[in-house]
């Protein structure tokens, strides 16, 4: 009941997701309208280097993060975590897109919203039934993350002397995010201190780690390995001592004042399972390696969306060590990608647009083209 201001407050999972700091960014360059981005009290700090200086950061759980909740007339997620009444316009601008079962697919519920945000024809049929709304509210513009991504391609060796100077003595950086897995149905986790406790954090039960270390170096080449934020990794000291490997997670990436898809722009090949990550590093056109040893724990979890998974990947899925190290091998030797047209098929599907104007649209369609 209370009146809507034009206002613009963007949430996310409270972790930076470089969706909302690229559209906060956008819109506060573009538009004469407010703009609040909500964060933890813990990384306001963190955060703020990364947000233009006209974007308020507001502490989750305040009395003036409510009051600009109730009061706002755009509210943009990434998570759906909102609910949102007919008298504000809900842009649901969903953190990932790719091979696995999401919200309604998996029996979650959808996501109501006013506009839901998609990249290709594909991917607007596949967030209609996904978030259970009519395929008409769904826009393909791309997402805005890409166009930080694209950018920071074209700008690569300014920002990896602001992430680590030494990083460009390297022939290759590699970056390496598998992605998370979920739970059978009565199985109980075990919690760490900072989510899920994980022993191994390549996914892959008995990784020979030792001898991926040494082709790396063989090569001078450097794997930088991002697991997901929701595990809580035991075996980090393990990877500290070797030369090749650098593990990181979201808070170092804050404290080097870029966003995760400012370092996916900066590296030279992507190795992942079904990470989501794949269909954004295609634009880049760039070598992908699929690496899963437990793929018929997954389709047996009902965790992907396409039963002949293989054909919707971006290269061979490899799902023995030995092969994944030879193929790795022959690549850093001969620079050869032999899935290029394999890689070209999926970027297709999944992306209507391939240049960094996605923010652009999609601020565009929200606010009706009237700009200041």
């Excluded at 190290?325 to 990608?337: P, R």
Aim: glycine share 4%; aromatic share 12%; hydrophobic share 40%.
């Amino acid at each position: 009941m209370l009146p809507k201001v034009s206002r613009v407050m963007l949430i996310d999972s409270l972790n930076a997701e470089t969706n909302a700091i690229a559209m906060a960014n956008y819109i506060s360059e573009n538009y004469n309208l407010p703009v609040s981005f909500v964060v933890k009290k813990s990384n306001k700090n963190s955060i703020a280097p990364l947000l233009k200086h006209n974007v308020e950061l507001i502490i989750i759980g305040s009395l003036k993060f409510n009051l600009t909740y109730l009061t706002s007339k755009y509210i943009l997620s990434t998570h759906g975590f909102l609910k949102t009444p007919k008298s504000q316009i809900h842009v649901n601008l969903w953190h990932g897109v790719g091979h696995k079962k999401i919200k309604a697919a998996r029996g979650y519920g959808g996501v109501q919203a006013d506009i839901t945000v998609a990249t290709s024809e594909l991917t607007q049929n596949m967030f209609s039934n996904f978030f259970e709304v009519p395929i008409d509210s769904v826009f393909i513009s791309g997402y805005p993350r890409n166009d930080i991504m694209l950018k920071a391609k074209r700008e690569k060796k300014y920002i990896i002397n602001q992430i680590d100077p030494d990083l460009n003595s390297y022939s290759k950086i590699i970056l390496w995010m598998p992605t998370y897995r979920r739970m059978p149905p009565g199985i109980d986790v075990e919690m760490g201190e900072n989510g899920i406790k994980l022993d191994n954090i390549f996914n892959s039960e008995g990784f020979d780690v030792s001898t991926f270390n040494n082709i790396l170096k063989k090569h001078n080449a450097i794997c930088i390995l991002k697991p997901h934020y929701y595990y809580d990794t035991l075996s980090k000291k393990n990877i500290d001592s070797l030369s090749n490997i650098l593990m990181i997670n979201d808070q170092w990436i804050l404290n080097k004042k870029i966003t995760l898809y400012h370092l996916i722009g900066c590296t030279d090949m992507l190795i992942t399972d079904f990470s989501s990550v794949m269909t954004d590093f295609s634009l880049l056109d760039k070598p992908i390696i699929c690496f899963c040893t437990d793929l018929d724990k997954v389709k047996n979890n009902e965790e992907l969306y396409f039963e002949d998974i293989e054909n919707w990947l971006p290269s061979k899925l490899y799902q023995n060590q030995g092969d994944f190290f030879e193929f790795l091998n022959e690549l850093l030797t001969t620079d050869h990608d032999p899935y290029v047209e394999k890689r070209v098929k999926m970027r297709n599907l999944y992306f209507k647009y391939r240049d960094d104007k996605s923010a652009e649209r999609l601020a565009n369609f929200i606010f009706n083209s009237k700009k200041n």
